[in-house]
């Protein structure tokens, strides 16, 4: 098993470019999961977009809440529809991974717009938390049903912090597949080994980290905590990737 990122999740306007670039910076593996639900956040993202060193980031755009279940139904919000179309000099997206965080209550019947939204931008990537709720299950299935290249963020923690008892093993080797629930730097190691023994060898995956990576106490995103988790996967990387 590899690791195809080590995403820390939850960064907004709060963080300094400085800190920002400096975390990018510690290793190509490194993913910055910013969570853009605010006009304020996209106009700091789009700030983001316009420095230089962006186009050396890994970026990836979470989204919640209703401005996801309008986003699956085909009604993008207009700060995140021009982050679509941002390129970089080559001509790729400068977001290349968008998440969106499905939850149960969310109408998830119809999945045709959110189809069409996915064929229509073939450079991007698209994610979709996911769990075992029979709703969430059934709207990735339809998904899948279609042909349509997806992958999945198993979070079993439903947003918590909270490691799940058993890491699941992938849906469909048709998926790209990402783990996320309770990591941090102290216990990414030996989860990361205990999710190699589930997954097919040949398999790449991701780690996404949110909630213990704010300081204790509030939910600001701590640089410190992030780069200890970083530091930590990476050093199982080195050792164990095959």
Known sequence: MKLR???????????SYDKLIDLSKQSPLVE???TANTSTTYKWLEQLL???DSETMNLALHINGKLCSDF????????????????????????????????????????NNIQNIIKNNPDKEF?????????????????????LKISLLYNSSYESSILPKRWEIPYSCGYKHG????????NVYDNLTEISLIVPSSYQIWIDAEHNLKTPG?????????????????????KNAR
Not at 5 to 15: A, R
Not at 84 to 97: F, Y
Not at 179 to 186: H, I, K, P, Q, T
Not at 222 to 228: G, H, S, T
């Open 50 to 52: 316009s420095l230089k």
């Open 179 to 186: 783990y996320s629930g309770g990591l941090d730097a102290e």
């Open 5 to 15: 990122y080590i995403t820390c999740s939850g960064v907004n306007e709060e963080l």
């Open 127 to 147: 994610i979709f938390s996911c769990n075992r709720n029979p709703i969430i299950l059934s709207f990735i299935n339809k998904l899948y049903k279609s042909g």
């Open 32 to 34: 910055i999961g910013v």
């Open 218 to 238: 509030t939910t600001k995103f701590d640089a410190e905590l992030a780069k200890a988790y970083i530091k930590n996967a990476i050093k199982w990387h080195e």
């Open 72 to 111: 699956c139904a085909g009604k993008i919000d207009p700060d995140a529809n021009r982050l679509m179309h941002k390129k970089d000099k080559k001509g790729g997206s400068l977001i290349r991974r968008w998440q969106l965080n499905i939850t149960s209550n969310m109408y998830l019947n119809d999945t």
